[in-house]
């Protein structure tokens, strides 16, 4: 968003010292906001025709007091409209922003899902139509809790709890049983909480995440498979063909060399080992 400054929508952010920082946060005050969220809006439409749409909303108490308690303007519209704290001020700018999405992108069959971060959901008001998007539960349980939590008010729910493949840990960890559950992939279950079987059909399935703080072009594809195959594999197949890890072991050692056949820059997952193609003139064979 940053690219934007120029259009006058970005929040005028401060530190302790009343000195502007860099802004990241849109200001919820500013009509200009919304004026062009909506023209924003109506060229997403016009461009892609997906049935989904990611509105955002993580972390943003991270810069709601720089961008917006020590705005002097915004301090000055919050008195207006008699809001009392930070969460008031969002629940107005998503509420305004669901109401264009609706207005662009319609209410009817043909119209688009809205999706928002664990967040939004956390501590503001989006219609029950939208999609909860978890990705923030630090355990199982914490994710059983959570997702109940959404599923109980009618919401629909993506996981990418359990699969943060930009955080690395020595050996096979796609297999491994982590205790934190950040990075159990394989054995991941998003429905795997104490629920009816109506509500864990509103469990539509999961993403696998890479955070980009320590990932760039330099490490992005070695990093990301093929311990992501392991995810879609868990993910995308019967529940019953994806419990042992162990079974799909020479399953995902297959698929590496594969990718390395095609020229993906695939990382041994599995310990030590070599693909044919790395030492054949006919990778085509893989």
Same mark, same amino acid.
């Given at each position: 968003?940053?690219?934007?400054?120029?259009s006058?929508i970005?929040?005028?952010?401060?530190?302790?010292?009343n000195?502007?920082?860099?802004?990241s946060?849109?200001d919820?005050?500013?009509?200009?906001?919304?004026?062009?969220?909506k023209?924003?809006?109506k060229?997403?439409?016009e461009t892609?025709?997906?049935?989904?749409?990611?509105?955002g909303g993580?972390?943003?108490?991270?810069?709601?007091?720089q961008?917006?308690a020590?705005?002097?303007k915004i301090?000055?519209?919050?008195?207006e409209?008699g809001?009392?704290?930070?969460?008031?001020?969002e629940?107005?700018?998503?509420?305004?922003?669901?109401?264009?999405?609706k207005?662009v992108?319609?209410?009817?069959?043909g119209?688009?899902k809205m999706?928002? =971060?664990?967040e939004?959901?956390? @501590?503001?008001?989006? *219609?029950?139509s $939208?999609?909860v998007?978890?990705?923030?539960s630090?355990?199982?349980?914490?994710r059983a809790?959570?997702?109940?939590r959404?599923?109980q008010?009618?919401f629909?729910v993506?996981?990418?709890?359990? =699969?943060?493949?930009?955080?690395? @840990?020595?050996?096979a *960890?796609w297999r $491994?049983?982590?205790?934190k559950?950040?990075?159990?992939?394989?054995y991941c279950d998003?429905r795997?909480f104490?629920?009816?079987?109506?509500?864990?059909?509103l469990?539509i399935?999961?993403?696998?995440?890479?955070?980009g703080e320590?990932i760039?072009?330099t490490?992005l594809?070695?990093t990301?498979?093929p311990?992501a195959s392991?995810v879609a594999?868990?993910l995308?197949?019967?529940p019953?063909k994806?419990?042992?890890?162990?079974?799909?072991?020479?399953?995902?050692q297959e698929?590496?060399?594969?990718?390395?056949s095609?020229g993906?820059r695939?990382?041994p997952?599995?310990?030590p080992?070599?693909?044919?193609?790395e030492?054949s003139?006919s990778p085509?064979?893989?």
């Open positions: 968003m940053a690219s934007w400054r120029g006058g970005l929040a005028d952010c401060y530190d302790k010292r000195r502007l920082v860099t802004s946060m849109l919820p005050s500013r009509e200009s906001t919304y004026i062009f969220l023209e924003f809006l060229e997403i439409d892609f025709r997906d049935k989904y749409i990611h509105l993580d972390e943003t108490a991270y810069w709601t007091i961008c917006w020590r705005n002097p301090r000055e519209f919050m008195a409209k809001f009392k704290n930070m969460t008031q001020l629940n107005y700018y998503f509420s305004r922003l669901q109401a264009i999405v207005e992108f319609g209410t009817q069959a119209g688009r999706i928002f =971060w664990q939004v959901f956390d @501590n503001n008001k989006p *219609d029950v $939208a999609i998007h978890n990705w923030y630090q355990n199982d349980q914490a809790r959570d997702i109940k959404a599923v008010q009618g629909q993506i996981v990418s709890s359990c =699969w943060y493949l930009n955080l690395i @840990n020595y050996g *960890d $491994a049983l982590s205790p559950g950040l990075g159990r992939y394989y998003p795997n104490p629920g009816t079987y109506e509500q864990k059909q469990v399935g999961g993403i696998a995440t890479m955070w320590y760039d072009g490490n594809e070695s990301l498979w311990r392991a594999e868990r995308w197949s019967p019953e994806t419990k042992s890890a162990d079974e799909a072991w020479p399953r995902l698929h590496r060399c594969r990718m390395i095609r993906y695939a990382e997952v599995n310990g080992d070599y693909c044919g193609a030492f003139e085509e064979m893989f």
